[in-house]
């Protein structure tokens, strides 16, 4: 696993973000997602008082996040074409390359992959890619082509796929 060194939280296209020091090969493991576990009821709290923290809160399971407030995790951006996927191994969150990084690249993660049917969270894209599909909303209501093409490289992770 590479430390954080390889990693840098720099200026990006949408203010703050994650950027490769160095090349990742497809399937590398890039980073943890690190954070306090945090429930769903405390997530909704945040709204109301620090609604970056709580848009920045990664889905651990059916009713926790990880919260990574002041860690590398709370500068992860959207992509409607990302670079990385989150897994879930030994209990812990990571970012695994889905493709090749150079260095300099911006890690970049599909939200949506972490949204579950029972989300009702949604966001205006601004990511820039082409295509883009300017609005983020939860796994279920991807475009069937991105659907089986997050499915085939395991980009949604299983607690995700359970929720309905």
Known sequence: MPALRFLAVQP???GLGIVALKSFSSGALICEIDGAIVTSDEVWSFWST???QAANCFRYDADRYISPQNKIG????HSCNPNVRVVKKSGRLFFRAIKSIAATTEITHDYSTLLGA???????????EVPCRKKIRSFH???TAILKRYLAIEAIP???RATR
């Open 50 to 52: 620090d609604p970056r």
């Open 118 to 128: 029972d989300d009702s969270w949604t966001m205006p894209c601004n990511c820039g």
């Open 158 to 160: 299983d607690f995700i």
């Open 12 to 14: 990006v296209r949408n």
């Open 141 to 143: 209501e991807l475009p």
């Open 74 to 77: 709370a500068f992860a951006n």
